[in-house]
C-alpha cells in the first residue's frame, strides 16, 4: 500500500465533516497522507463521484485508497464496497458510484462489508447518519496501513446496484450523451469520451438548441461566444471563453448532449 488516501465526498466546506474523517483516519493512521479529491460532488449524485474517481485515479500511485462517500442510503440496509481494480483500492456505498468503472474491468475483484466483521473490530459503533467517519474513514486506515486487506472485510460479490448514470448511446456519425458535472469555471463536462470521437473528421455539439464547434481550445474563439472541446481529461466539455457556459445556456447536470460527425468513412 502507498500510504496515500483520497476523499471524494458531497459534504462541502460547511461543518467538521470532512476534517472529522481526516482527524480518524490520523488516528489510527498517523503515517497516512490524506489527499481531498473533492468535497463538492453535487449532493446526493453519486453517479458524478464515480465519474470523477474513474478519471481522476491513475493520477496516484498505485495502492492508494481512495473513500467516496456520497451516501443518500447511509444508515439503511445499503451494502459498503471495497473493490480492487488497477492496482487501487476503492471504498465506497453500494449506490452505483463504482459500478460504471467495475464493470469496465474483468480484473476487478469487489468486496462486500460483512457486519459480524466489523464488529469485531476495534472501531466504535456507527452512527445513523456518519458512516464515513464510523465505517469508512476507521476502514481505510486499516487498509492504508497493511492491517487489513480487501478481502479480510467480507465476500466477494458480483452483485451490485448499476449505476445511475446511462452510458453515451452511439449509432453512426450520432453521439448521445449528457452534462455529468460543472467546473468552477461554468464549463458543462460530459460523459462523452473523446474515443467515442475519434473517427470524426468534423463534428458539432448541440446543446440547448444550440449548434457549437468542436475546438482545441478556449483561446480558439472570441470572449463569449461558445465552444465544445475535449478537456484534459479526456472528455466532451462545452464551454463560453470567458465566461460561465452554464449560466448562459442554462444547463444542469444531466443536460442531454448531442455530436453529430462525418466520420471518416463517411
Known sequence: MSGVITLTTDFGHKGPFAAVMRGVILAR???????????????????EAGFWLARAYPYFAPGTVHIAVVDPGVGTSR????????????????????????????????????????RQQDWPAPSHTFHGRD???????????????????????TDIVPSLLEPPAVTGDIVKGCVVTIDNFGNLITNIDASLLASFTAARVQAAGRSLPLLDTYGQTKPGEFLALINSFGVLELACAEGNAA????????????????????
Open 29 to 47: 493512521a498517523p503515517e497516512a497522507r490524506i489527499i481531498d479529491l473533492t468535497h463538492e460532488i453535487h449532493v446526493h449524485w453519486p453517479a
Open 135 to 157: 465505517i469508512f474513514a476507521p476502514l481505510a486506515a486499516d487498509l492504508a496501513s497493511g492491517r487489513t486487506a480487501p478481502a479480510d472485510i467480507g465476500p466477494v460479490t
Open 79 to 118: 451494502a459498503i464496497l471495497a473493490a480492487e481494480h488497477d492496482g487501487h483500492v476503492f471504498l465506497a456505498p453500494d449506490n452505483g458510484l463504482l459500478a460504471q468503472m467495475i464493470e469496465d474491468d474483468p480484473a476487478a475483484k469487489v468486496y462486500r462489508l460483512d457486519e459480524s466483521w466489523r
Open 247 to 266: 449560466d448562459r445556456l442554462g444547463l444542469g447536470r444531466g443536460a442531454p448532449v448531442v455530436v453529430n460527425g462525418q466520420t471518416k468513412a463517411g
